[in-house]
């Protein structure tokens, strides 16, 4: 006899049809959850507030399985500076247009305007400390009292079995935290797909700020029943911050991939390629394909170097290689001038932001994806798992958590920081030549710890003990 449906109540600012990463992550294990005897109802923010771009198609299917509740934003501070800012920042471009009389527009400077968007650094860097301070303890924080009230209500009129709190934002865990002490809740789970206080960069923020975020870290990794960190990493560094708390209660959910978001068509066969196909493969011009922005500590110039010192020793000839970086690029200027340095000019194109299935196509067609992840020790980008879905080779520039999956999984090379990326080139090459490249497949067994029904069935298993327990 099959036991009742267990109810789950899921919080979230990240849910589709917003873009985020953090949503489609869970959507892709709402997808499965109810096989595994639990249904859903997430609460989110409404798709005008989702703070990126909308994605009407995506996960459509997981929307309309699921009970979704949207609880809108307070405006917050941070809002109320923001808007004044774009504002002010109008009646600045207002002055110097012309009127339709030809004469121009007098309007009187703004001394706010120009401090924050305009001013020298030490100006600027107070008021960045002032909205940093505004938007604590994120930007979002003004969904927690909305948030803690219509949770209130539905515990009191609906029976929940438990209670899952994921962030980013991790304003989202203090609704959780906060109704600890209002009123009865069953037993709770927070993700956290980000770290947060001591991991991101401390001098970005004011000794205040950090105190405070400790405080509420704290307090959410002691009154949390279970507490989910996306990767070993993470985990093993919050055990080292918060020894007191118990390590049995801190576990890993991985971000994982669903290859149902692939197009199972145009995926390469699970059997190995003929002599004849590898040979071809091998005869073409070796393509590296890199997917995702670049910014922040994302840096392409060693593998760029590491390919110039290949095309200087005559070891590769440039009308041999193709490189196509798909994806945002905050400092395209410098990674331009960096492929001229490396003399790579004909062999590299920047193709700016295209749409996921051309994407996965480029993915496919790639004989190596080139993942860029240095000073992410803790965090793993959601491409590198869509890069194990695809089955091509990985060259990887990074360490720690990136570097972990990508060996546990056999997928390919890491270069790690103070590693030469040319030996790791090289053999790429070699590869290439010899067919093993487009012979390349990971086992089925080595990417199943990241599917996401495997993972939905990881957290059910984990929902059932702490109800059990309970």
Not at 1 to 15: G, K, Y
Request: net charge positive.
């Amino acid at each position: 006899m099959h036991r009742e449906h267990r109810r789950l109540l899921l919080l979230t600012q990240h849910f589709p049809p917003s873009s985020e990463i953090a949503g489609k992550v869970t959507a892709r294990l709402l997808r499965y959850l109810q096989r595994f005897g639990w249904e859903t109802t997430v609460m989110t923010v409404p798709a005008e507030q989702a703070g990126a771009p909308l994605d009407t198609r995506g996960y459509a299917d997981v929307c309309d399985r699921v009970r979704v509740e949207r609880v809108a934003r307070w405006p917050y501070p941070i809002d109320g500076l923001r808007l004044a800012t774009r504002t002010l920042k109008q009646l600045r471009g207002l002055r110097a247009a012309p009127a339709a009389n030809g004469a121009r527009t007098s309007v009187a400077p703004s001394p706010l305007a120009d401090a924050f968007s305009w001013a020298p650094p030490r100006s600027a860097g107070r008021l960045a400390r002032v909205a940093r301070y505004l938007s604590f303890p994120d930007s979002r924080s003004g969904w927690i009292a909305p948030a803690i009230a219509r949770t209130r209500t539905l515990l009191a009129r609906e029976r929940y079995d438990a209670l899952l709190t994921v962030g980013p934002s991790h304003s989202t865990h203090l609704v959780a935290l906060a109704l600890r002490r209002l009123a009865t809740i069953p037993p709770w789970i927070a993700h956290l797909h980000d770290p947060w206080a001591d991991f991101e960069d401390r001098e970005e923020r004011s000794r205040n700020v950090r105190r405070a975020q400790l405080f509420f870290e704290r307090h959410i990794l002691e009154q949390a029943d279970e507490v989910l960190f996306a990767t070993r990493e993470a985990r093993d560094g919050y055990a080292e911050r918060f020894p007191d708390v118990r390590r049995d209660k801190l576990g890993v959910l991985v971000n994982g991939y669903d290859p149902a978001d692939f197009p199972s068509a145009d995926l390469p066969s699970a059997d190995l390629p003929s002599a004849e196909r590898a040979a071809e493969r091998s005869a073409r011009p070796l393509t590296f394909v890199h997917v995702g922005s670049i910014y922040g500590g994302r840096d392409p110039r060693p593998f760029l170097e590491g390919l110039a010192q290949l095309v200087a020793s005559k070891a590769l000839d440039p009308r041999d290689v193709e490189v196509h970086f798909l994806g945002g690029c905050d400092s395209r200027e410098a990674v331009e001038r960096a492929v001229d340095e490396a003399g790579l000019a004909g062999a590299v194109t920047l193709h700016g932001v295209v749409d996921h299935q051309e994407a996965i196509r480029r993915m496919l067609t790639a004989d190596v994806l080139v993942l860029l992840a240095q000073e992410q020790d803790y965090q793993i980008p959601a491409k590198l798992y869509e890069y194990l879905s695809a089955g091509r080779f990985v060259l990887a520039f990074t360490g720690g958590a990136s570097a972990t999956v990508i060996e546990d999984a056999g997928a390919g090379h890491v270069v790690g920081p103070r590693e030469d990326a040319v030996a790791a080139l090289a053999d790429v090459l070699a590869r290439h030549r010899d067919g093993r490249l487009a012979r390349h497949r990971l086992p089925a067994s080595r990417l199943r710890p990241y599917q996401a029904d495997h993972l939905a069935g990881e957290l059910a298993a984990r929902l059932d003990r702490l109800v059990g327990a309970r």
